[in-house]
Nanobody
Framework: QVQLVESGGGLVQPGGALRLSCAAS????????MGWYRQAPGKQRELVAT???????NYADSVKGRFTISRDNAKNTVDLQMNSLKPEDTAVYYC?????????WGQGTQVTVSS
């Protein structure tokens, strides 16, 4: 059974930083584009950042310059460093692993940006 386990969410003040981490089973991780998505209350799930097997990263315009996705192929983890957080970044953040044959999701971790 594929498992994606996220950690690192929490409450932070505007302008603060958080780091999210996602651990995946090895066989899936090696084949996958890994990504982070988020869903705010009343809104659709949206892409935050992705990192392909080949090392290409992609970011939503709203997080460019503030968020950094990184991938550790030895540890089978993908992290999201979030800096200069804004209240509008408040959402449940989901880890995703996908290729042409599958798409797996983690359980989500809450990020709340509030003073």
């Amino acid at each position: 059974q594929v498992q994606l386990v996220e950690s690192g969410g929490g409450l932070v003040q505007p302008g603060g930083a958080l780091r999210l981490s996602c651990a995946a089973s090895g066989s899936i991780f090696r084949r996958s584009t890994m990504g982070w998505y988020r869903q705010a209350p009343g809104k659709q799930r949206e892409l935050v950042a992705t990192f392909t097997r080949g090392g290409i990263t992609n970011y939503a315009d709203s997080v460019k310059g503030r968020f950094t996705i990184s991938r550790d192929n030895a540890k089978n983890t993908v992290d999201l460093q979030m800096n200069s957080l804004k209240p509008e970044d408040t959402a449940v953040y989901y880890c995703n692993a996908r290729d042409v044959q599958f798409s797996y999701w983690g359980q989500g971790t809450q990020v709340t940006v509030s003073s």
